[in-house]
């Protein structure tokens, strides 16, 4: 149980266009989402919190209108990468959590690369 | 506030060794503690978690950890290392702010 579906596991991009990123929970429904980006051999940065049916809470510094989060649903969170740039390429987590909202369950990931 | 701190961002051990990934913990409140456990270019899986109750946690793939309060540890172990447990491991920390706090990843090589 508790799996979390993220896609596009890699995606390839040209400066300037916006990419989608799709997190969803499989076989539970998640009150509470994570974005997260992480950086060559370095740990996980938080993003943005999102509860279903409310806005995301951005942590500092992570800009709003260039990380566009929509929790639509129970089952589903967005992250928007807006007019995407070479220094927006990384790697792109979700996790989502249940009723206990201490325990993350994790996506695989997402590989943004922007030429 | 809360922090994790890992001791040694590379561990290597010899395959069927003892695997020991240290890792320590601040916190004001009683913590949920985590390892997880990240293949190239993959999410994280959840290796073990401890919320309440026994303080010696059993994971997958024979891994296990304890929590100690008295010395705000949660040390990984496992007694024989494969060639298959090579990857990044992350000691992570979460209080009722439901924010997961995780620790720089200390990268495990297995030699044969």
């Known amino acids: 149980g508790a799996v979390v579906s993220q896609h596009p596991s890699r995606v390839i991009c040209k400066s300037g266009t916006s990419v989608k990123i799709e997190c969803r929970s499989l076989?539970?429904?998640?009150?509470?989402m994570f974005w997260y980006r992480q950086f060559p051999k370095q740990s996980l940065m938080l993003m943005a919190t999102s509860n279903e049916g409310s806005k995301a809470t951005y942590e500092q510094g992570v800009e709003k209108d260039k990380f566009l989060i929509n929790h639509a649903s129970l089952t589903l969170s967005t992250l928007t990468v807006t007019s995407a740039h070479p220094e927006d390429s990384s790697f792109y987590i979700c996790s989502a959590s249940g009723q206990d909202r201490n325990i993350q369950y994790f996506g695989a990931g997402t590989r943004l690369s922007v030429l | 506030a809360q922090s994790v701190t890992q001791l040694g961002s590379h561990v290597s051990v010899s395959e069927g060794a003892l695997v020991l990934l240290r890792c320590n913990y601040s916190?004001?409140?009683?913590?949920?503690l985590f390892w997880y456990v990240q293949y190239p270019n993959q999410g994280l899986q959840l290796l073990l978690k401890?919320?309440?109750?026994?303080?010696l946690v059993k994971g997958i793939n024979g891994f296990e950890a304890e929590f100690k309060k008295s010395e705000t540890s949660f040390h990984l172990t496992k007694p024989s290392a494969h060639m298959s447990d090579a990857a990044e491991y992350f000691c992570?920390?979460?209080?009722?702010?439901?924010?997961?706090?995780f620790g720089a990843g200390t990268r495990l090589f297995v030699k044969a």
């Open positions: 992570a920390v979460s209080t009722g702010g439901f924010k997961t706090i």
């Open positions: 916190s004001s409140v009683p913590p949920y």
């Open positions: 076989d539970f429904q998640a009150t509470t």
């Open positions: 401890y919320t309440t109750g026994a303080t």
